[in-house]
């Protein structure tokens, strides 16, 4: 019997010693958590579906930063005001597409998301995609547009000069003014999934538009290296316990019901830019 109890003792000593503790996630796994929680401001399915009621790139930009429509609800510099979204066209012939930026520090540019139009007979096809940095990857947002329920799609496709927003910094529209406080989370998520109930718009984890044009603002993620270096302890604890595989409660700090990390209803930054197609 002893020596049953001994080598019992051993295998189960073994068995711990084969099973270590994982370890703490990177600050990069940390970073990739905080930006998922930004990304939750700008509903891409809705964003898609306003692109179809839209009839211009210029008419895009007017209704995606207007406070009556309520799509945008993006705060990347954390100053609690919606960050203005510019829309840059590029792409040529039968494919178009919108890339939609933001500044998150002065000169700092990040690209939020691209809509790409690939034109196809009677209809078009449009692919709204998150770009990695914010949404992971593989994240796809697809519809297709007939070329005579849409206004955008006879605009698009016409002989005419790209568009560039003509926004930035101390340059806002009217309607935009020096922006409003965004909506908590759970509020504008709400609204949204309402929003977009039965609309045509579905997503996937494949490209429906498998080449699309080029974005020239791809490389741009600033976010990215804001969350790297100025994650707060709580942002940090939060993706720690986020990205943890381990079941037990988690005590970490979690976002506010204003929709950030810590975030309250006061704004803690000034308003800033210097991008000449740039946001906040």
Not at 99 to 113: D, F, H, M, N, R
Not at 143 to 158: K, P
Not at 195 to 224: C, D
Not at 234 to 249: G, I, K, L
Request: positive net charge; glycine residues 8%; contains cysteine.
């Amino acid at each position: 019997m002893f020596a049953l109890f001994v080598a019992f003792s051993m295998v189960s000593q073994c068995g711990r010693k084969s099973s270590p503790t994982p370890p703490p996630p990177t600050v990069e796994k940390q970073a990739e958590v905080i930006l998922k929680e930004y990304a939750k401001g700008l509903d891409l399915d809705a964003v898609t579906a306003l692109a179809k009621k839209s009839k211009d790139a210029a008419d895009f930009e007017r209704l995606l930063n207007s406070q009556a429509e309520a799509v945008n609800n993006i705060d990347l510099n954390d100053d609690s005001k919606v960050d203005y979204i510019n829309v840059t066209e590029y792409g040529s012939g039968d494919r178009r597409g919108f890339s939609l930026t933001t500044e998150v520090s002065p000169g700092k540019t990040q690209e939020i998301a691209t809509i790409d139009f690939q034109k196809e007979a009677d209809k078009t096809l449009v692919q709204t995609t998150g770009n990695p940095s914010l949404y992971g990857a593989n994240n796809y947002h697809h519809s297709s547009f007939s070329m005579t329920d849409a206004l955008l799609m006879g605009w698009l496709f016409s002989n005419r000069s790209s568009y560039a927003s003509p926004y930035g910094h101390g340059n806002y529209p009217q309607s935009y003014g020096s922006g409003w406080n965004r909506q908590p989370n759970d509020s504008y998520t709400g609204s949204m999934s309402s929003r977009t109930a039965g609309s045509s718009v579905s997503k996937s984890s494949s490209p429906m538009i498998s080449q699309p044009a080029l974005s020239p603002n791809a490389e741009k993620t600033a976010a990215k290296a804001k969350a790297l270096t100025t994650a707060t302890q709580s942002q940090r604890s939060f993706a720690s316990s986020s990205s943890s595989s381990t079941s037990r409660p988690s005590t970490a700090s979690k976002p506010s019901s204003s929709g950030g990390f810590g975030r309250t209803s006061s704004s803690g930054s000034s308003r800033s830019g210097g991008f000449s197609g740039g946001g906040k």
